[in-house]
Nanobody, 117 residues
Framework: QALLVESGGGLVQPGGSLRLSCAAS????????MRWFRQIPGKERELVAT????????IYADSVKGRFTIYRDNAKNTVYLQMNRLKPEDTAVYYCNAHSWTRPGYWGQGTQVTVSS
């Protein structure tokens, strides 16, 4: 059974940092591109960051470029999102997603990030 479990969310002050983790199991993690999305209630889910299956070139939404870093450890079946210089508008539920053009995709349950003083 494929499973993605996010952790690391919480309450942080503006300008602070958080690191989200997404632990994968039940599928071949190293064969999947991994993505982080976020969603605010009443709005569409927004793609935040993408990393290819073997690492390498990453892609970021303009709103987080220069502040967020996505990276992965295929030996640990885990993808991370390091978030620095957080802003109140980064407040959302963050989801990790395993994507493949040829295999079923998977979603985690989400972790809440709240940026507030």
């Amino acid at each position: 059974q494929a499973l993605l479990v996010e952790s690391g969310g919480g309450l942080v002050q503006p300008g602070g940092s958080l690191r989200l983790s997404c632990a994968a199991s039940g599928f071949t993690f190293s064969s999947y591109r991994m993505r982080w999305f976020r969603q605010i209630p009443g709005k569409e889910r927004e793609l935040v960051a993408t990393i290819p299956s073997t690492g390498g070139a990453t892609i970021y939404a303009d709103s987080v470029k220069g502040r967020f870093t996505i990276y992965r450890d295929n030996a640990k079946n885990t993808v991370y999102l390091q978030m620095n210089r957080l802003k109140p508008e980064d407040t959302a539920v963050y989801y990790c997603n395993a994507h493949s053009w040829t295999r079923p995709g998977y979603w985690g349950q989400g972790t809440q990030v709240t940026v507030s003083s």
